[in-house]
Structure formats: structure tokens, C-alpha cells
């Protein structure tokens, strides 16, 4: 069993910056992907950001030159440094891994989502 857990959510003005963090607990073997998704209300769940394996990194159009992912392996931690907030990335924020564990060889686990809201 892997839980997910992030942190870092709040209220923050227009331009202004947030970092959110998510920690891994269980028994991984391995993490393939650690990612970041979005959901905003009445709207589908929205990719945001992935690292890909240990080096490859991808944004979504919306968030690329503001938001920067970054990870931690040692720690199973993987962080988004948001910067230059706009009232449309308020939403609930999922980290999303990819990961091994002895149990099972590949499956996708999600945290329980921290609120961003971006508001004056």
C-alpha cells in the first residue's frame, strides 16, 4: 500500500507564489512518474506538470514558465514550486506516482488533494 500525501495549499494573492509538497509512505520499489494534476470546480481533472523516470520533465501549456516540479527520490518527495499565481489555477491539487512495490509490479496512486486558491 502507497499513500500519498500532499501539503502547501492555501489562499494567495494574484502574483503571488506557493510551494506544494507531497510525501510518499509504503513500500516502493521503484516510482516511474511523479506528477502533478489539477481540478478546478466543474471542471474534468487537468494535467499539470510530470517527471518521467529521473530526468524527463513536462508542463502543461497553461503553467509553463511559472510553475517548476522538482523531486526528491531519496525521500519519495516530489515538489511544485508555483510562482506568478493567476485566479485560474485555483483548484484542488493531486500528486499522481506511478511506482512499484513489491506487491504490485506498476499501478497509479493518488494523494487526496490540497486547495489552491488564487484570489484577491
Known amino acids: 500500500q502507497v499513500t500519498l500525501v500532499e501539503s502547501g495549499g492555501g489562499l494567495v494573492q494574484p502574483g503571488g507564489s506557493l510551494r506544494l509538497s507531497c510525501a510518499a509512505s509504503g513500500s516502493i520499489s521503484s516510482i516511474h512518474v511523479m506528477a502533478w494534476y489539477r481540478q478546478a470546480p466543474g471542471k474534468q481533472r487537468e494535467f499539470v506538470a510530470n517527471?518521467?523516470?529521473?530526468?524527463?520533465?513536462n508542463y502543461a501549456d497553461s503553467v509553463q514558465g511559472r510553475f517548476t516540479i522538482s523531486s526528491d527520490i531519496a525521500k519519495n518527495r516530489v515538489h511544485l514550486q508555483m510562482n506568478n499565481l493567476k485566479p485560474e489555477d485555483t483548484a484542488v491539487y493531486y500528486c499522481n506516482y506511478v511506482a512499484s512495490t513489491p506487491a504490485r509490479p506498476l499501478d497509479n496512486y493518488w494523494g487526496q488533494g490540497t486547495q489552491v486558491t488564487v484570489s484577491s
Open positions: 517527471i518521467i523516470g529521473t530526468s524527463s520533465i
